[in-house]
Each structure stands twice: as structure tokens, then as C-alpha cells.
């Protein structure tokens, strides 16, 4: 049992230190994404001699990895968001998955010579969940227009509980031979709505909590911190213990969270926030890559017993694979093409990019994994080598597929997020500086100069490629906890005020123009200059820059 646990423990720290050492590659190596090197750097764990060998249960592994995952995906995807996108994002999480799963799973009973109609619907209830963890990481890459990379995130965060009820119902009659269409109705109500409700509880259930103990003047960081941390987890065994969906549970709990954060925070609930969000972000990074690492290792693992099975044709599973892939990628293709997109030329190109994006990942393996070894009758399942084949396969495919062609697919000015952030930046500092040029008066001559030339400073540093990365790899959620103290509504009463101020010192002088850049940054927003996940990038910079002012402030002093 000791040795069983070193092992383990072993494992466990192998797999930390190959995240790490994969975020290095990805540096010098920035045309590959890091979730591919990680399922390389999985893939030879189990090739090298090492005797390192992974078993984790699929409940298990959805509780640890998942759910916080899932949960802070939620978190910033805003509710703004979804509520302008809820249409497309129902129609490709319910609807495709629904036209995979009948659709596909016939054809599939077609094309593969012996397999079962019930197992063959369950092979395409397997395949057509699109993978958050995987999504995320290439969208994050790779800067789709904005209205497509919400799609896409907000179908593979809502589509998986669409996708696990099918695997269920077709789990049930692949064991026992009994299907009926009554229950699958009642079930994914129940299952859907629960796993909604639930978050919404979970979520004002840690907000009530809060205010709780900010009234009994509590002010711990690490409280709140831990607060935030268990919450996950929490919803999601409450909700998996009374058969509701926990994943759509902590995707909405993450959602409705953000949304209840107070947008006016004092010093303390920025501390809170600052703290709280960069435990957050080292914890995903650090789940996000032992998620794909430990997808290698099952994908290697899988591929050498197929390989070492005598009974098992890997060319004809390897046809099947590549034939899977292209059925799920046309039919993905001509459903997005009908029901979502612009008209026109776009369409097509918008059809394209939403097909080649629905990327699949840890989350199929991991339903791959529940199947059951024998069914009623005593006898094997029947294919489960086979689906475990092909989804291995799928999986791989899909995600190279994605990280060629995505780039290829944006036009050049979003497939440079440098060039992106760099020219917003210069339109925001201009902007910035035509506004306060056109208020000087004799009284505020001073303090204008001062700001023109501060700008112009900006605008030269801009050009830097080291300022540059700081603004695309800062983390969205490290940015949000110092969102500024001023009010939405008064954004643009007191800029009149800030220029008759007598600048005193560098610290005022970068103060007023973090401000007056935060104006401009929510102008040019609203008419349409800046995407919102560029202002947002840029906001959330001016926040940090101006809490890092602060503190060099209260040292100088």
C-alpha cells in the first residue's frame, strides 16, 4: 500500500514539474500551443522507461480537475456575454449535440462493421461534447472575432451536460437492451435545471457567506481565499449527490459569482479580490496542464494495448478514426453554416472556424473511461476497446487540426495579438491626448503639458515588444480583482476637475493619466474601436499598474 502510494505521490510531482517545464518550451517554441506539448510530454511518461502508470477514477477526476476548472471559465464568461450569445450557444450545445448523437450515431452504425446501434450512439454521445479546458487554451491563443470565441466557449461550458445524459441513456441500453424516450425527457430536465439551480445556490450561498463575515469584521485574506477555493468542489458533490448535472452547476455558481462581485470595492475588498483570483490562477494553470498531461498518458496508454491486443485491427480502428473525425467535422460544419454566422462570404469562413474549433479533450477520455467492462448478460461490452481508439484518436486530431489551421483561418489582424493590443493601446493614448489638448485653457496649461508629454512617452514605450507581451499574457482574472473605485455613470464628469489640479509629483502626474486612459478605453469601446476583450485586457492593466503605483507611492512616503 506504501509503495502503491509513493508511487502516486512520485507521479503526481513528475507531472507538476512537466507543466512547468512546458510552459518554458511553449516560450521558445510560440507556434505550438501548450496543451499539445503537454499530451507529448504525457505521451512519454509512458513511452520512456520510467514505470509510471496513471489510474484515476472518472468521478474522481471530474471532481479535482474539472469542476474548479469549469468553475473559473465561468467566472469570466461574463453574464453580459451570455445573455447577447444565449441563442447560438443553445442551438450548438442542445441542438448539435442532439444531431451528433441521432445523426452520427446512425452513420456510425453504418460505417463500423459489427458495432451495436446502442454503442454506436453512445460513441457519438462520447464525441460530440467540445472540450472546455481544450477550448479555452486555443481561443486564449489564437484571438477569434469576438462573437465566435464567445460561441465557441459558451457551447463547450453548457454542451457537456447535453452530452452526458445521451451517454447515460445510451450506456443503459448498450448493458441492458432497454430505451426509453420518456425518461430521456424527464432526466435531462431534471439533470439541466438542477444543475442551474444548484449553481445559482452555491453562488449566493458564498455571497451571503461573505457578507457574513465582513460583518463580523472578518477580514482574513486567507478566509475569503479558501472560501473561494472549496466552493467548486462543494457544488459540484452536492449537486452530483441528488443526480443533477455538477458540471452546469459550476459553470452557472462561476457565472453568477462574477456577477455579484460589487463593481464599487473598497481597499479591502480589493486585497481580497487580488488575493483570492492569484491563488485562482496558479491553481488552474497548474490543473489546466496536469489535465493534458494526464490526457497523453491515457492516449499513449490506450493506443499500446490496442497495439499489444492480438485480436485488434489498429489499421481499420485507425480508418475509423480519421472517418469519425471528418463525419463530426462536415456535419459540425454544415450545422453552423445553416444556423449560425453572418450572411455572405462570412458565413463560410464563419462556419469554417466554428467547425475547426470544437476541439474535444480530457472529458470524453474521462466518460471513455466510466464505459463498463461487461454488460448484463455477463459478456464484454461490446467496441469499448474500439471507442477508446477513436477517441484517443479524435482527440489528437482535433486539437493539431486546431492548432494549424485556427491561425491560418483569422485574418492577420486577429491572429497577431500583439499587433492587436499594441494598436489598441495607441488608439486609446491618442485619444486620450486629443481630449485633454482640446480643454487647455491658461489655467490648467501646466498640468496638460505635463499629461501630452506623458503620453507621448506611452506611445513610444508601446512600441517595445517586452510591454507588448505584458498586456497579452496578463491573466483576465489577476486583472479584474482592482477594477476601478469610480462609478460606471460618472466616467466622464471629472476630467474638467482632474486637469485645474496642480500636478504634485510623478505619482499624481501617472495617476490622472491612468485615469483619463480608463475614460477613453470605455469612449472608444462604445463606438466600436476597441473589442471588449481588448479593453478589457487594457482596463484591467491600468488597474494593476495603478495598484503597483500606490504601493511605490506609500513607500516613498
Given at each position: 500500500m506504501m509503495g502503491q502510494t509513493m508511487e502516486t505521490i512520485t507521479l503526481v510531482?513528475?507531472?507538476?514539474?512537466?507543466?512547468?517545464?512546458?510552459?518554458?518550451?511553449?516560450?521558445?517554441?510560440k507556434k505550438i500551443s501548450m496543451p499539445l506539448i503537454q499530451i507529448v510530454?504525457?505521451?512519454?511518461?509512458?513511452?520512456?522507461?520510467?514505470?509510471?502508470?496513471?489510474?484515476?477514477?472518472?468521478?474522481?477526476?471530474?471532481?479535482?480537475?474539472?469542476?474548479?476548472i469549469l468553475f473559473m471559465d465561468g467566472k469570466k464568461f461574463k453574464l453580459k456575454e451570455l445573455n447577447n450569445l444565449k441563442e447560438p450557444i443553445v442551438v450548438m450545445a442542445l441542438g448539435l449535440v442532439v444531431l451528433n448523437v441521432a445523426f452520427c450515431g446512425f452513420l456510425f452504425y453504418m460505417l463500423i462493421d459489427g458495432i451495436p446501434l446502442a454503442v454506436a450512439f453512445l460513441l457519438a454521445a462520447v464525441l460530440s461534447p467540445t472540450d472546455a479546458v481544450s477550448v479555452k487554451?486555443?481561443?486564449?491563443?489564437?484571438?477569434?472575432?469576438?462573437?465566435?470565441?464567445?460561441?465557441?466557449?459558451?457551447?463547450?461550458?453548457?454542451?457537456?451536460?447535453?452530452?452526458?445524459?445521451?451517454?447515460?441513456?445510451?450506456?443503459?441500453a448498450a448493458v441492458s437492451g432497454i430505451f426509453i424516450v420518456g425518461d430521456v425527457i424527464g432526466q435531462f430536465a431534471f439533470v439541466a435545471f438542477g444543475g442551474i439551480l444548484a449553481g445559482f445556490a452555491g453562488a449566493f450561498a458564498l455571497h451571503y457567506i461573505k457578507k457574513i463575515l465582513k460583518q463580523m469584521d472578518i477580514h482574513e485574506l486567507n478566509i475569503y481565499t479558501l472560501l473561494?477555493?472549496?466552493t467548486p468542489f462543494l457544488v459540484f458533490m452536492g449537486t452530483e449527490h441528488i443526480g443533477a448535472s455538477g458540471i452546469l452547476a459550476v459553470v452557472t455558481c462561476g457565472i453568477v459569482n462574477?456577477?455579484?462581485?460589487?463593481?464599487?470595492?473598497?481597499?479591502?475588498?480589493?486585497?481580497?479580490?487580488?488575493?483570492?483570483e492569484g491563488a485562482w490562477e496558479t491553481l488552474v494553470f497548474m490543473l489546466n496542464g496536469l489535465v493534458f498531461i494526464m490526457l497523453g498518458m491515457l492516449v499513449a496508454e490506450t493506443f499500446i494495448d490496442a497495439w499489444l491486443t492480438p485480436d485488434f485491427d489498429v489499421p481499420t480502428a485507425l480508418a475509423y478514426t480519421f472517418a469519425v473525425t471528418l463525419i463530426f467535422g462536415v456535419v459540425r460544419f454544415v450545422y453552423s453554416y445553416i444556423c449560425i454566422g453572418a450572411h455572405g462570404t462570412g458565413k463560410v469562413k464563419n462556419a469554417l472556424i466554428l467547425s475547426v474549433?470544437?476541439?474535444?479533450?480530457?472529458?470524453?477520455?474521462?466518460?471513455?473511461?466510466?464505459?463498463?467492462?461487461?454488460?448484463?448478460?455477463g459478456e464484454p461490452f461490446p467496441g469499448r476497446e474500439l471507442i477508446l481508439f477513436i477517441s484517443s484518436g479524435v482527440i489528437l486530431l482535433t486539437l493539431v487540426i486546431a492548432n494549424i489551421f485556427l491561425p491560418k483561418m483569422a485574418s492577420e489582424s486577429e491572429t497577431d495579438g500583439m499587433t492587436l493590443i499594441h494598436n489598441s493601446l495607441k488608439k486609446v493614448v491618442d485619444s486620450a491626448m486629443h481630449l485633454i489638448y482640446s480643454k487647455i485653457t491658461p489655467e490648467n496649461r501646466e498640468t496638460v503639458d505635463l499629461l501630452l508629454k506623458y503620453f507621448d512617452f506611452l506611445l513610444k514605450e508601446a512600441n517595445h515588444t517586452s510591454k507588448e507581451e505584458v498586456y497579452l499574457n496578463l491573466k483576465e482574472a489577476v486583472m479584474e480583482s482592482l477594477e476601478p473605485v469610480l462609478a460606471l455613470e460618472n466616467k466622464y464628469n471629472d476630467i474638467d476637475g482632474m486637469l485645474s489640479t496642480k500636478i504634485l509629483d510623478k505619482y499624481h502626474l501617472e495617476f490622472i493619466a491612468i485615469e483619463i486612459q480608463k475614460k477613453q478605453i470605455e469612449l472608444l469601446t462604445e463606438q466600436g474601436e476597441?473589442?471588449?476583450a481588448t479593453a478589457y485586457r487594457l482596463r484591467s492593466l491600468l488597474s494593476l499598474e495603478e495598484a503597483a503605483l500606490f504601493e511605490d507611492d506609500m513607500e516613498a512616503r
Open positions: 510531482i513528475v507531472m507538476v514539474v512537466l507543466v512547468l517545464f512546458s510552459y518554458i518550451v511553449h516560450v521558445f517554441v510530454l504525457g505521451i512519454l511518461i509512458i513511452l520512456l522507461p520510467f514505470d509510471l502508470h496513471l489510474e484515476i477514477e472518472t468521478e474522481l477526476f471530474m471532481l479535482l480537475f474539472i469542476a474548479p487554451a486555443i481561443t486564449d491563443r489564437i484571438p477569434l472575432p469576438e462573437r465566435l470565441k464567445g460561441i465557441v466557449e459558451g457551447e463547450s461550458l453548457f454542451n457537456d451536460a447535453t452530452a452526458l445524459i445521451a451517454y447515460n441513456f445510451a450506456r443503459i473561494q477555493i472549496i462574477s456577477r455579484l462581485s460589487p463593481r464599487l470595492i473598497s481597499a479591502d475588498e480589493a486585497r481580497i479580490r487580488f488575493n483570492s474549433a470544437g476541439v474535444r479533450g480530457a472529458l470524453t477520455l474521462a466518460i471513455c473511461l466510466a464505459i463498463p467492462m461487461v454488460i448484463n448478460t476597441i473589442d471588449i
